[in-house]
């Protein structure tokens, strides 16, 4: 026997209210999966979810509700609400849907058809089909629109916020709301606002002005940006709901004051929070597109069902706010009083291990540094004393046979894995790159791949001209002292990158006339004849930020690793007059046998630097974003987890009011149910499903822990 009253219970179906269906079961989530649902039962009708009354049998014991009818007519894909009152007159609306399935019994003891009512994606509006992004003005007699912006849709373009480019995460939402102008009666225009932000395409600002919104975010100053900002969960949630959701058919969006107050506002959030190379697919409906959005934060959402018509979506932090406390248990002993008690059963696993760990590692990439590199004669000595560049043109008869040939005066290589040393004076030893690399590093000696230079220019270009590296070659005679000069003014100076090897060849029908003439010269000779190479070179090991901590809930440590590869990077230019390196000296006046394949630092007459400070908005650095990303971890891990379900005596509505709402445990019996360390911000499992079974009488609660992927 229960200790609570039967409630009062009433179904409406397309607004009619239908007193032939009984409520089985329903269940409310805090969550989009398992849907939020409702069971119904209908005996005896002939227009079941329609409208129609019930028609007895005449002179049969079994109805005749299945007579002359076929699926499609028993099936309605009708409105069905459902509220149900306590014993006090109060009521609490518990189910919204559409008759999604319908399943037809027959029996000898009747017929009978069981409907289940469904919240299905697509009642929360339409799928990602495209995206609103800012269209640059082309015609500035109109008004400037968001900052020169207007917002239209484009389909099929991906709604990917803050992507990752390079290992830098690069700002694409508008920094303002999207404004439309729309022409009045009289015809003049006026300004009509949207309720969210829209993306940027960063191919559409000018580099200048993208890189100077860019640092301003990098160094948390996002009131100083111009055109662009940083999505953070609050206005990329408001995006989803605003564009997704617009029609607000059966669910009104939150308000922005309501967002705020949940994920923060447009400033009280550092670089570190923000969302970094999030994409929703296209085709995603809202409900799961917020669970990808959200979840890994720590948030969750669900349906508030205020009235019948009136239902809106909420959000909330999951384990945070204060617990609620309304489970209740007598302590043993006492004397019976149905007042302190509503628990019937408990079932659940607290799990410190699985989900748990007191000690992050959390990796990043591998970094590269931009620096410019000495390249030298890479083929056999025989071929130095050549008279005639004859023999080594493509179209030679000997020129295929012969691989010793084909690399004779083309191939220029730096020497980094050993390949050559001891071939020639200048490469006595070999190429040295772990002064390039904090000393903590490993550096192994191997060949390695030329990656793109770093550096660009004021308007934002690589100035890697050629395969995204910058070539210069030695000339003794253009000027007294002889200079650098790019391989562009080099006849014949076409090259292709040699592919893991820091080398280069030259790939013309005839080599370099002026190398060749340089090489073979009394006045110079081969011991001259060099190249220099501006590339960015990859260290073997990867960046990675190690955060240690108390052992917590464990007896011993455990470490939780994180690949984070594609999300932090660092990517640094070797400037003559910044660089931390500056150490490793400049090349000498003029290349001679006594310079190996050093590596030097960038500058000078390479590449002109547009950097006014280090690092250089083209630079990327985010060693301090681990960092913080680490201590952020450490915090979330350092929690168990306990998932399990209560079950509550007879069928208590006001459960639903405790959706997204942390439980603290069993009152009266003081079993708390907190999975943080007592030196930590005590947190607790988020109520996340309420499922009502009527035929029971029963109230089954479905509680979860944060889990971390």
């Not at 903590?440 to 660009?456: A, C, G, H, M």
Request: glycine share 8%; hydrophobic share 35%; charged share 25%.
């Amino acid at each position: 026997m229960t200790s609570r009253a039967a409630p009062e219970i009433r179904i409406y179906i397309d607004g009619a209210e239908r007193r032939d269906i009984a409520l089985l079961s329903v269940g409310a989530y805090a969550k989009s999966r398992p849907l939020n649902y409702a069971t119904l039962r209908v005996t005896g009708s002939t227009d079941v979810l329609a409208g129609g009354g019930i028609i007895p049998p005449t002179g049969h014991a079994r109805s005749s509700m299945f007579q002359k009818k076929s699926l499609l007519k028993i099936f309605k894909n009708s409105i069905c609400e459902i509220e149900i009152d306590d014993e006090f007159g109060r009521t609490e609306h518990i189910h919204f849907g559409r008759i999604s399935t319908v399943q037809p019994e027959f029996s000898r003891d009747g017929e009978t058809i069981i409907a289940t009512s469904r919240m299905d994606d697509h009642l929360f509006g339409d799928p990602i089909g495209g995206a609103f992004v800012g269209q640059r003005q082309l015609n500035f007699s109109d008004p400037i629109i968001t900052f020169g912006y207007r917002p239209v849709f484009v389909p099929g373009y991906p709604v990917h916020f803050n992507p990752i480019v390079d290992g830098k995460a690069i700002p694409n939402s508008s920094k303002f709301f999207a404004t439309n102008w729309v022409r009045n009666t009289a015809g003049k225009l006026e300004p009509v606002p949207s309720k969210g932000h829209m993306f940027i395409d960063p191919m559409s600002l000018n580099a200048g002005f993208l890189n100077k919104d860019r640092t301003a975010l990098e160094e948390d100053r996002p009131r100083d940006t111009q055109f662009v900002n940083f999505w953070i969960l609050f206005t990329a949630v408001n995006y989803l709901c605003q564009s997704l959701n617009s029609k607000e058919t059966y669910f009104k969006n939150p308000e922005i004051v309501e967002l705020a107050d949940v994920f923060g506002g447009f400033f009280d959030e550092g670089i570190s929070s923000q969302l970094r190379n999030v994409k929703i697919p296209l085709g995603t409906y809202l409900p799961k597109a917020l669970d990808m959005l959200i979840e890994p934060h720590g948030f969750g959402w669900y349906v508030d069902i205020t009235s019948r018509g009136t239902r809106k979506l909420r959000f909330y932090e999951r384990g945070a706010g204060k617990p609620d406390k309304r489970l209740k248990l007598q302590a043993y002993g006492s004397p019976a009083d149905h007042q302190f008690n509503n628990v019937e059963g408990l079932r659940g696993t607290f799990d410190v291990v699985s989900n748990t760990a007191n000690q992050i590692a959390l990796y990043g990439a591998a970094p590269q540094y931009e620096v410019s590199v000495l390249l030298r004669p890479a083929w056999d000595e025989e071929h130095d004393s050549a008279t005639s560049d004859v023999t080594f043109r493509t179209d030679h008869a000997d020129w295929a046979k012969d691989e010793s040939i084909q690399a004779a005066w083309r191939k220029f290589a730096a020497n980094e894995g050993g390949t050559y040393t001891g071939d020639r004076p200048w490469w006595d030893s070999t190429l040295d790159l772990s002064v390039l690399w904090p000393t903590d590093f490993v550096t192994l000696v191997k060949r390695r791949q030329i990656l793109p230079v770093i550096t660009e220019d004021k308007t934002g270009n690589s100035l890697g001209r050629h395969q995204g590296v910058f070539l210069e070659y030695w000339d003794p005679w253009k000027t007294q002292s002889g200079d650098w000069y790019p391989i562009d003014e080099l006849d014949g100076g076409s090259f292709q990158i040699v592919k893991g090897e820091i080398a280069i060849v030259f790939t013309g029908v005839k080599i370099p006339a002026r190398l060749f003439d340089i090489g073979t010269s009394a006045t110079q000779g081969i011991s001259r004849l060099a190249l220099r190479l501006s590339c960015s070179i990859a260290a073997d090991q990867r960046d990675f930020d190690l955060g240690a901590g108390s052992l917590g809930l464990l007896a011993d440590t455990k470490t939780q690793v994180i690949d984070a590869g594609r999300n932090y990077a660092r990517k640094l230019v070797l400037l003559d007059s910044v660089s931390p390196k500056a150490s490793l000296g400049t090349l000498a006046s003029s290349p001679s046998a006594d310079d190996a394949g050093a590596a030097i630092p960038l500058g000078g007459t390479a590449l002109e630097s547009t950097a006014t400070g280090w690092p250089a908005p083209y630079e990327t650095d985010t060693r301090h974003l681990m960092t913080e990303k680490t201590k952020e971890l450490k915090e979330r891990f350092s929690a168990g987890t306990f998932d399990g379900s209560v079950t509550v005596e007879g069928i208590d509505r006001q459960m639903i009011s405790m959706l997204g709402q942390p439980v603290w445990g069993i009152t009266f019996r003081d079993f708390e149910f907190r999975v943080t360390p007592t030196t930590q911000k005590a947190r607790y499992p988020t109520l996340v499903g309420v499922e009502m079974d009527i035929q029971t009488q029963k109230t089954r609660l479905r509680m979860e822990t944060l889990h971390r992927a």
